[in-house]
Structures are given as structure tokens and as C-alpha cells.
């Protein structure tokens, strides 16, 4: 223990060294916004990079089981949202939903739910044609909005993340209202402001209303599992049952908004 404190001792000026600069970081990232971009930028490199690595080296020997896997999403996705392929395109994994939108395929290498404000990390990035604001889906339903990207890797805000909130409708009837999470169970969610004049069951289906850039309209979400009028009786609070399972996303989809300049115009 005395051989420790010499050791501290004696390089005291190199250890004063190193906390003055890590407080200096620390407010450089809390007060600068274009150091706290660089930050995120470098920890998501860091990240992506150290996490790319060892989801290389276990798919290595999960080949086959996760090509059958990739097989039967691309089934399911297929089926769910009615694709249409490109005039004399081949076979493959991007298809477009029409002229408006394209599928980027990319592969989950972090996957948080266990906070309140989760997020995950793809495989692709700008060098793949992902960019800020970009949907992203799974084989079951929507899955969050990318919030930042590198040449190689983008971070995703989760739907599972308490200050989002998802355009969304009752598939019956296309009454339209406000998705969010509210922190709790990571395969439920909130659907408000539906009026009650609209008739609501439990099983209903809940899907994205297609009022923004980042999903079109009709894509699944999940089936309202029970609901209740507010005190006000003007409104619903309903709760649904999420058709993806968040513990076990592999594969995504991005989606491409090849409109979506034009449709940020109009709404400025």
C-alpha cells in the first residue's frame, strides 16, 4: 500500500495533469454544442467499431441460423407492407414501398431497453446513404428514428424512449393520435388523443398515421390491449401491445424518404 502512495507521490504532477484535463472535457462537452457533437461522433466511432468486432466474430458461427432468420423477416416484411420491387431489379434486401420510399438493411450491434431513454446502433452508416431523421423497422413494425450518423455507423432513437412521440392512427376507422412510451414495460405502449366520438376494441390494430417524413402510413405497430375514457370524456388513454419484440432485434430497415426535402419545405 506505501509503495502505491510513493508511486502517486512522485508522479503527483502527471495525475494532477490528467484530472485537469478531464474536467476540462467535461465542460467543454456540457457548454460547447460543437464539442458535445464531436463527443457523440467519437463515441458513437468508438462504439460502433468495438461492437461491429464482436457481433463479427458471433455471427461467425451463427451462419446458417441467421440466414434462415434473415429469410423469414424478409417473408414477414414483405407480406406486412405489400412491397413492390423496382422494374428489372433482382432479388435482394432493398425494396421500395413505392416511388416515395426505399429500404436500407442494416443489422443491430447495441440494443438498449432496460433504461427510459433507449437507443440502439446499426451497422451503416453515410457511407451507406443513412442520414438524421431516417424511420427504421423491423420485421413486426416500427422501431425508432435515426439521431446521428458517421460513415460507418448511426444511432437510433428507440420507440422505447420516454420523449418520443409516433404519429399514429387505429388502423379501424384511421382515427389518428399520439404514440409514446412512458417508461414502463418495454413491449407496451400509449396511444393518445383519440377522440371518443371514434370506437375503439381491444385487438384493434394501432399503425403509423403517415403524417411525417419519417414513416409512411400503415406500417403495424401493434393491438390495443385495454383502454379507458378520461375524466374529460372527450378522450381515449389506450394502451397497446407492441408486435416487435424489443429483446431480440436483429435485423432493421431504414427508411429512405426520397420526398422528404420537399415535404420539410412545406412545412416550414
Known sequence: MQQIINAILRNRNFFIYLLLLFFSFVILQNKSPYHQSQFRQLSLSLSGTLLGMRNSYQNYFQLEKENARLVEENQKLKSLLSFQKTPGEADSLTYNLNTSFELIPARVIKNSIGGVRNFLILDKGKNDSLSVEMGVIGPNGIVGIVDQTNRKFASVISIL????????????????????????????????????????????????????????????????????????????????????????????????NKDKATFDSLVK
Open 161 to 256: 424512449h420516454r420523449d418520443l412521440k409516433i404519429n399514429a392512427k387505429l388502423k379501424k376507422g384511421n382515427a389518428f393520435g399520439s404514440l409514446y412510451w412512458n417508461g414502463d414495460v418495454p413491449n407496451k405502449m400509449q396511444l393518445s388523443d383519440i377522440p371518443t366520438i371514434n370506437t375503439v376494441s381491444v385487438g384493434d390494430t394501432v399503425v403509423t398515421g403517415g403524417m411525417s417524413a419519417y414513416f409512411p402510413s400503415n406500417i403495424p405497430i401493434g393491438k390495443v390491449s385495454k383502454f379507458e375514457i378520461l375524466p374529460s370524456k372527450r378522450y381515449y388513454q389506450i394502451e397497446l401491445i407492441l408486435f416487435n419484440n424489443f429483446s431480440n432485434l436483429d435485423h432493421v430497415y431504414v427508411i429512405k
